[in-house]
């Protein structure tokens, strides 16, 4: 069973997503939040394996909560639940450690595949928003380099974290560099050691802190 905490401040959302989340489909609700601000108390009572965490609340928005959780050791994923016209909101989330998007609107079945993805490690970015949610992310909060690229990453760790930064899939990265999907994976793991980051989406963030990628989604040559 995987172990969800659902953080959202509507009553009837948090019972559509328990009736989706349910044991026959491998999860456990082990506990609720009708605000931000309880997030930190209620992942310690109940050990969740990720946080399903909606981005606007009425004390404290999803940005934030998230930002706390994750600035704790061991804190669990966070899946951040969203509509279409959040992406400022949501670029604020990826930068304070969400590790996917899902939209509140999605298929049961698509809700299912996230919160599992980003459960076990990985990072989920629904790709209904994945692309405005990097717009937004270039053009309000892309900023100057704040330092260089780690000068361990080899010319194609570089390639490929320039290319994960401008929102490309893996196959779109192999097709790009003329390498292997495989390739690609391996190049990405020796860049996730090398710079400490937990997922996909930390990366994006480090390509656009670093300069990697500039505000447009061009990278830096």
């Known amino acids: 069973m995987i172990k969800v905490l659902l953080v959202d401040d509507q ?6 997503l328990r009736r989706i989340l349910r044991p026959r489909a491998g999860f456990e609700v082990v506990g609720e939040c009708d605000d931000g601000d309880q997030v930190e108390e209620a992942v310690a009572a109940t050990s969740p394996d990720v946080v399903v965490m909606d981005v ?12 706390r959780l994750r600035a704790r050791s061991g804190s669990p994923p966070v899946l951040v639940l969203t509509t279409f016209d959040e992406d400022e909101v949501l670029s604020a989330a990826l930068r304070a450690g969400a ?3 899902q939209l509140k609107d999605a298929a049961g079945a698509e809700l299912v595949k ?3 993805t980003v459960a076990e490690g990985g990072c989920y970015l629904d790709l209904a928003v994945t692309h405005r949610v990097l717009s937004a992310f270039r053009v309000g909060l892309a900023r100057p380099a704040v330092r260089e690229p780690d000068a361990s990453l080899t010319p194609r760790e570089l390639d490929v974290l320039k290319l994960v930064g401008r929102g490309l899939a893996n196959a779109e990265i ?5 390498i292997s999907e495989v390739t690609v994976k391996a190049h990405l793991g020796h860049v996730l050691t090398k710079l400490g ?7 994006i963030v480090y390509a656009f802190d670093t300069g990697l990628v500039q505000p447009g989604g061009l990278p830096k040559s």
Do not use: H, I, N, W
């Open 56 to 67: 606007r609340m009425k004390r404290m928005g999803g940005a934030e909560a998230t930002r």
């Open 99 to 101: 590790s996917g998007f």
């Open 11 to 16: 009553p009837l959302v948090r019972a559509g």
């Open 174 to 178: 192999a097709q790009s560099l003329y």
């Open 197 to 203: 980051l937990r997922d996909r989406a930390a990366v």
């Open 114 to 116: 996230a919160v599992r």
